[in-house]
């Protein structure tokens, strides 16, 4: 299993980044999919999910601001942020659930600068 994530890096505030998460070795199509983030002395956090049949949720904090996709032909899934702020600043990893199987990819930074 192999989850890769990309599209991290510095941004001025109220900027914006697209982090891609390219999959495989898993079935993609039946795994919830979700972006979670864990800041400087903080725990990991989740940011948004989206489930197999395309339902998703957010962190009140990011609500209105990211999108999470997926693309099941392409066996990515997508974070899009939107007037990112300095407290979105973390290592964002890519996860994908089913049942109990729990797979995590290696993070990728976004830093937002003020």
């Known amino acids: 299993v192999q989850l890769q994530a990309s599209g991290g890096g510095l941004v001025q505030a109220g900027g914006s980044l697209r982090l891609s998460c390219a999959v495989s070795?898993?079935?993609?199509?039946?795994?919830?999919m979700a972006w979670y983030r864990q800041a400087p002395g903080k725990e990991r956090e989740l940011v948004a999910v989206?489930?197999?049949?395309?339902?998703?949720n957010y962190v009140d904090s990011v609500k209105g601001r990211c999108t999470i996709s997926r693309d099941d032909a392409k066996i990515t899934v997508s974070l899009q942020m939107n007037s990112l702020k300095p407290e979105d600043t973390a290592v964002y990893y890519c996860?994908?659930?089913?049942?109990?199987?729990?797979?995590w990819g290696r993070g990728t930074l976004v830093t937002v600068s003020s």
């Open positions: 996860n994908a659930k089913y049942y109990n199987l729990n797979c």
């Open positions: 989206i489930t197999s049949g395309g339902r998703t």
């Open positions: 070795g898993i079935s993609f199509s039946i795994y919830d």
